[in-house]
């Protein structure tokens, strides 16, 4: 199980940003899926608004998170939703504005602009990715663990200064620079200032040896919807 293994090899490696994984529990027979148990992190789940205090901590405990690499003797798959193919996300999203799209046209009273806009968005990120050079496939980035799930939920802050996260089950071998993005865009980071997720994206240290990493991460500015 995914996130068994990535709290495991967190802890073999002695970084402290999860808690120690006790047990897997497989049989499903006390309850109807598998369960992992950690022991209990004392401390507050953050909210929605950070102390520069906390956004250092946040910060801090991903760059640990990313410091584990590829290759080394670990049973993680990929990431959950880090597909290492950005037609397969285009693939997603017209999927879900095929199904949903006329559903949103009758449900709101602005539902047919609202459609015809994220008609235009997905539109244009397939022009986008049809015009970059950048290749995301998983034998050209610096594959590290990532969580793939940036919700501030589950990242605890405690009274040592440090943070530490729960809730894994999304996690392994990863896209570092797809997380720093949801970083920006994740509806749980929307207490952020603007001012803090530039301190992010430039305090982050990169990678060594990912010459794509900024293309894939960036936001394109200036697209209209």
């Not at 006390?30 to 608004?49: E, S």
């Not at 999927?95 to 008609?119: F, I, N, V």
């Not at 998983?138 to 990532?146: D, E, Q, V």
Request: glycine fraction near 8%; aromatic fraction near 12%.
């Amino acid at each position: 199980m995914r996130e068994y293994e990535s709290l495991r090899w967190l802890h073999e490696a002695n970084l402290d940003i999860a808690p120690e994984p006790l047990w897997l529990d497989e049989s499903c027979e006390v309850v109807p899926y598998p369960v992992v148990a950690y022991r209990w992190l004392d401390g507050q789940p953050l909210g929605p608004l950070l102390t520069d205090a906390q956004l250092a901590a946040l910060l801090a405990s991903v760059q640990l998170m990313h410091s584990l690499e590829a290759g080394q003797t670990c049973r993680l798959p990929n990431t959950w939703f880090h597909w290492f193919d950005f037609q397969a996300y285009l693939a997603e999203l017209g999927e879900l504005l095929r199904q949903y799209g006329p559903w949103l046209e009758t449900a709101d009273p602005q539902g047919h602009g609202l459609q015809s806009r994220m008609a235009r968005l997905v539109d244009g990120y397939a022009k986008l990715v049809a015009a970059t050079s950048v290749n995301p496939g998983r034998g050209n980035i610096a594959l590290r663990i990532c969580r793939a799930d940036t919700n501030l939920a589950n990242a605890i802050w405690n009274d040592d200064g440090r943070l530490r996260w729960v809730d894994w089950e999304y996690s392994g071998w990863g896209d570092p620079a797809l997380e720093l993005a949801e970083m920006r865009w994740h509806i749980a980071m929307v207490g952020l200032t603007e001012g803090q997720h530039i301190w992010l994206r430039q305090n982050y240290r990169r990678p060594p040896g990912d010459s794509g990493f900024e293309e894939r991460r960036a936001d394109p500015s200036g697209f209209q919807l």
